[in-house]
């Protein structure tokens, strides 16, 4: 999966990248560590800057993205 340089054109994209991992992540929490290495680590928090010091600033949209994702995860473990 290649890392975002730069602009990211709209929100989707942006989260779209984000949201494989954040997956990944979320559903090997209840039995073991996730599977992520730096790199993967590296590249996401690359990405949610990008997404939150350009021009058009997504901050607000992730965090309620996020909100949302954890929300669901604490209702259903």
Do not use: R
């Not at 997956?23 to 560590?33: G, V």
């Not at 996401?44 to 901050?59: A, G, I, R």
């Amino acid at each position: 999966m290649s890392m975002f340089h730069g602009v990211i054109d709209c929100f989707e994209e942006g989260w779209d990248f984000m949201q494989k991992y954040i997956k990944k992540f979320t559903e090997a929490l209840p039995n073991k560590p996730a599977d992520l290495d730096v790199e993967d680590g590296c590249m996401l928090y690359t990405n949610v800057y990008n997404m939150c010091s350009q021009k058009h600033d997504y901050s607000q949209q992730l965090y309620e993205k996020y909100k949302e994702i954890f929300d669901e995860y604490i209702k259903t473990t």
